[in-house]
């Protein structure tokens, strides 16, 4: 019996076996039905799902489903969320933009990064701390010299010119503070982008310490251009080597797509070492560590014409981001009866009244015949007011 149910068992498989090896057509159609049996399940689901959730009421304002009746439920949910996502992006965006404008009083943003072949130098302004005091001795400049970075051993430093000024000049609150012009020093970045061989320093020493006092050794010095006084200051002490790095930056007012508006130079500073040096002098090794000029947009009032303008173009810019959806789902094109289009509401609101390309053919002559119909019988009943009292007529022409 055993031998027989097995001989029945190898009959009924062989004919599956000849010819259709596991993982064949039949496999690959069985598993192609399975696929597409379970996507229709998930279909139907999506569309019961959204019919519960208001699918044929307030999400046909978001995309209509006769648009889509051609394709599955899951294409139509797609385009509704995609379109849902776009329009809380949009009035996201919008909101932040309008409350900054006139919450704020005032938009900033960063622009742009110019690179630059080579920097002048800035000058430098040394202020004793407490602020509003004197330094305890006053700081004698000893000497400036351009020296590279890494540097070499049979390499000389350079000498550099500079002129102590007077800060007064610049500002009556630097009072009691010493400034030096270094502007007719340029600055330059040796080697490629990317592999730099070097860049230049300057290394400016100054003689004495400020006294033994602790009080008196601190100071604060900050970087400036032209009769600009610094706007960021960092604090060192008298008798020692200070290092690091200049970062250069340019603020733009009233600077537009078509206009370069008025730019102000600032300096910033990041102290990189500071140790007491073996003599008491002072040195100061400064540069700059990246050849980029950062330009920041800056509008002091909000109700200018150049900071009214970039507003609207930053809004029309986030209202045009609808036009993502028509990129995505394209409207179907039929030859034979095309997608009528209208102008905006808004448009024809507006203009309707003196445009006629605003108004729709029929109306405009709907408009046009009734002209013409109340013309008629204004006409009308004209003559018949004349036929009916012609004796009243030729005595009103007599009187005239």
């Known amino acids: 019996m055993e031998a027989g149910e097995e001989g029945e068992r190898e009959s009924l498989m062989a004919p599956e076996q000849e010819g ?56 139509l949910l797609a385009a509704r969320t995609i379109r849902i ?34 920097i002048a130098a800035p000058n430098i302004a040394m202020c004793p701390v407490p602020w509003g005091g004197t330094f305890a001795a006053p700081l004698v400049p000893v000497k400036a010299s351009l020296m590279q970075v890494p540097a070499m051993d049979n390499v000389k430093a350079e000498a550099v010119n500079y002129t102590e000024t007077d800060c007064l000049k610049v500002t009556s609150r630097l009072a009691g503070c010493h400034c030096f012009d270094f502007s007719s020093t340029i600055l330059r970045p040796h080697g490629d982008r990317g592999n730099l061989l070097y860049i230049d320093y300057i290394r400016f020493e100054i003689q004495g310490s400020a006294g033994s006092s602790a009080l008196h050794r601190q100071f ?35 600077k537009t797509e078509f206009t370069e508006g008025t730019t102000t130079p600032r300096f910033g500073f990041r102290l990189a070492g500071e140790a007491e040096t073996e003599g008491g002098n002072t040195i100061m090794v ?24 970039t507003v609207l173009i930053t809004f029309c810019a986030a209202i045009n981001n609808f036009g993502l959806f028509e990129i995505m789902f394209p409207e179907k094109v039929d030859d034979e009866s095309p997608a009528q289009l209208q102008p905006n509401s808004c448009c024809s609101y507006v203009f309707g009244c003196c445009c006629i390309c605003c108004k729709p053919r ?7 015949s009734s002209s013409k119909v109340s013309s008629r019988r204004k006409s009308r009943s004209r003559k018949s007011a004349t036929e009916a009292s012609p004796g009243a007529s030729e005595e009103a022409d007599s009187r005239v």
């Open 20 to 75: 259709t090896p596991t993982g064949g057509p039949r496999a690959s159609l069985i598993n192609t039905n399975v696929a597409d049996d379970a996507q229709r399940k998930t279909d139907e689901f999506v569309e019961k799902m959204m019919n519960k959730c208001g699918g044929k009421t307030w999400c046909n304002n978001v995309v209509d489903g006769r648009q889509f009746e051609e394709y599955p439920s899951l294409t």
């Open 362 to 368: 029929a109306e405009f002559d709907d408009e046009q």
């Open 85 to 118: 996502m776009l329009a809380v992006f949009i009035v996201i965006c919008v909101v932040a933009l309008l409350t900054g404008y006139f919450f704020e009083g005032k938009i900033t943003t960063l622009e742009e990064i110019d690179q630059q072949e080579f």
């Open 220 to 254: 604060a010095f900050g970087f400036y251009s032209g009769g600009l006084q610094p706007q960021q200051w960092t604090y060192g002490s008298l008798g020692h080597i200070i290092e690091g790095d200049v970062r250069f930056e340019e603020v733009a007012k009233g």
């Open 286 to 309: 400064f540069g700059y560590d990246k050849y980029l000029a950062y330009v920041v947009s800056s509008f002091g009032n909000k109700y200018s014409i150049f900071a009214m303008m």
